[in-house]
């Protein structure tokens, strides 16, 4: 049965009752039952919320771009298959701070966006790291060195290409006399200056 205009719904508060006894031109809803939500996992096939999860994620990061850093340059103990031969030096890339990409929100929805996001941060060689200061989760990136390039700002180019010499007199391997390899990294960025 339709509502009657102007006729007060059983949840009116007195001043809403009070306006439409003063306002006749007024509709009031046939029910005053209040909207549903319905679960999203309830509603849509497991393979559709799968593809929408991972719609929501960043496209592939293919390369990413590091800053040089000095002091990356550390020893290599010989291999324990030739311990008579020399110590070299090698640029540790690992030493580089890591690439730091933003929380992705599905991370925080179910378990199941959990699950995608942890899935894509695999095939990312992305890792969940648990940063102190903010008391959350951060999402980072070691540098690759087979994809990901090193960028050596003009200023510091000199002492990018002579720290391996430089490194050679300091304290630590003075007496050693060691060897040194070149850069594993495959792609360096420069400036066009």
């Known amino acids: 049965m339709p509502a009657k205009p102007n006729s007060t719904p059983p949840s009116a508060s007195p001043n809403q009752a009070s306006l439409l006894a003063q306002n006749p031109q007024i509709q009031t809803p046939i029910t005053t039952k209040q909207p549903t939500f319905t679960l ?3 509603l ?3 393979e559709l919320r799968h593809q929408i999860w991972r719609a929501s994620l960043p496209s592939p990061i293919h390369q990413a771009l590091y800053l040089y850093k000095l002091g990356c ?4 103990p010989p291999s324990p298959a030739t ?3 020399p110590i ?7 030493l580089l701070p890591p690439f730091t990409i933003p929380t992705q929100p599905p991370f925080h929805v179910t378990r199941e966006a959990r699950h995608i996001v942890l899935s894509w941060t695999r095939d ?3 890792q969940i790291r648990f940063h102190k200061a903010s008391q959350s989760f951060v999402f980072v990136r070691v540098l690759d060195p087979r994809h990901d390039a090193m960028y050596i700002p003009f200023a510091k180019w000199e002492t990018f290409r002579s720290e391996p010499f430089r490194r050679d007199f300091q304290p630590d391997i003075v007496d050693l006399r060691p060897g040194w390899t070149t850069p594993e990294i495959a792609r360096f960025a420069l400036p066009r200056e």
Request: hydrophobic fraction near 30%.
């Open 40 to 42: 999203f996992p309830l």
């Open 44 to 46: 849509l096939p497991f």
């Open 73 to 76: 340059w550390s020893p290599r």
């Open 83 to 85: 311990p008579d031969s």
């Open 88 to 94: 070299t030096l090698h640029y540790d890339h690992t």
């Open 124 to 126: 990312q060689n992305i």
